[in-house]
């Protein structure tokens, strides 16, 4: 071999197995973002880990559940004799789904569909005793398919989700990416360079026309211009319309409707912010597809809310008001979030109205108050910039909501200050009522709410991060004067947001309407895609 060939290979080599090293000694050194052998363990190690801790939480969940049953016998409620078998359901359960480091139980594996048989019957036994039998058959069954090592199972394991499937090694990149420490090192170097040069901010932003800087997520962007998720060019793509069908149909079955919440991306209500000029998508200043899929949605039957003509609307009042989306964010603005909460109060007031769904009286009192936060962009954190501070720091102004209970408070004056000089006077004083208000932080409150919410990062922001209950899900509480409970995914509404309720099948226990907030881009690049899952 020429020595110049010699050279050309061990040079490659090197830069082949430079992050790799990298990593190595990352790890060595405690810096553990990312553990390089998780593809060797998850092949000799994790499968057979999983096989005992499976088997070890059957043996618990069958004790549990035994001494369920005889304290149930022997006149304990029923709620209380069955919380060690629901912890030790759950404990079960999360062994089982976490097949490896990277990748889920399929929801069509029929030992998922057992597991969630089991937690939904247990969630029904203090209302419904009579499936006392379904749900002992049921645990049985379950104890019986997870109580035993078994190899089979761990090779099989290995061979639908391992490191030979797609959906493994997409994980794998995907984390690699993120979070090698060669990479995380090198990539924000590398970006300033290319926007100091370029004026580029990377491969998943797109920077808005003018100088106003405003960034765009490139996948809010193709979505719009890529064809329909409906078109047949996407054939290879999950039918968004068919899996949101099949969910309105599972829902109704329990007794509870759904309503589809569309949330606009922000090109689609500021595509002058992306292209400099008002006129977009055929001529229309209004998005395409996420407006048309919703559109057919009402057009099947289903109750839809229709939040782009409002927001479309709304930006008249953006010079006084501010804009309704953030600057260097893909989500929108307090403002944008409590407009989008009165005009679906308003859609599920004309259902309640309508007869469509019996969501009670209303029942709590809610006030808002303001409240600063400071916003770092994800946008921003995408292109890696905002260490460098290139993109400032958005301060915005929220409105908290907190819970308002007034309660009587007998108040009696001291006879020696307050002269009395009648009998009447004596009542009068006797009868003195003070009131106290109590004001206490918003909360989801599963067991009264008659509505729950299914979100993504649109329903997160401002609810669990700063300022804190002043995003949608609670201005929409206030609004209804109703309690309600949530369940949200940050990027997974299209199906991990559903998954989630499916491995905590009681939370729909009470409820009479399920409201399902997605962006519109899930409708084409949701996590997972759109997989029917069961409940």
Known sequence: MKKSYFAFVVVFAVLLLLPFTVQTVADLRGEKRFVSLDIFKDVV?????????MTAGAMRLDSAWRAARESIAGGTETADALEPVIGALSDLEAVALTVNAYAQLDTAEACYRLLKQADTLLASLEDEPENFKAADSTLKAVVAEFGHFSLVRAFLAVKHYGVWTSRYLRAFEKKVEDENALVLAVRPRYQLAVWNIFNDPGEKVVLGAGGGRWLFYRQDVEFLVQPSPLDIRSAKLDNPVKAIEKFRD??????VELLVVITPGKPSIYPERLTGSAQFLNGTTAAGHGKAILDSLARLGLNTVDLYTPLLAAKADDAK??????????????????????????????????????????????????SVADRMGDIGEMSGLNKFNVFKVQRVTGHVVSQQEVTERAQTPDSSETPVDSLADSVAVQETVAYDTVRTPFKDDFRKAKILILGDSFSRIYQTDSPVNAGWIAHFAKDMGRPVASIVSDGGASTLVREKLARKAGVLKGKKLLIWEFVERDLRFGAEGWKEVSF
């Open 45 to 53: 190690y994790t499968p057979f880990v999983r096989e005992s801790k």
């Open 250 to 255: 599972q829902l109704k079955a329990k007794g």
């Open 321 to 370: 008001l501010g804009p309704l989306y953030l600057n260097d964010d893909t989500h929108w603005t307090p403002r944008g979030a409590e407009l989008a909460a009165g005009v679906i109060a308003g859609k599920v007031r004309e259902m309640a109205d309508a007869g469509v769904v019996d969501i009670g009286e209303e029942s709590m009192t809610y006030v808002a108050s303001d």
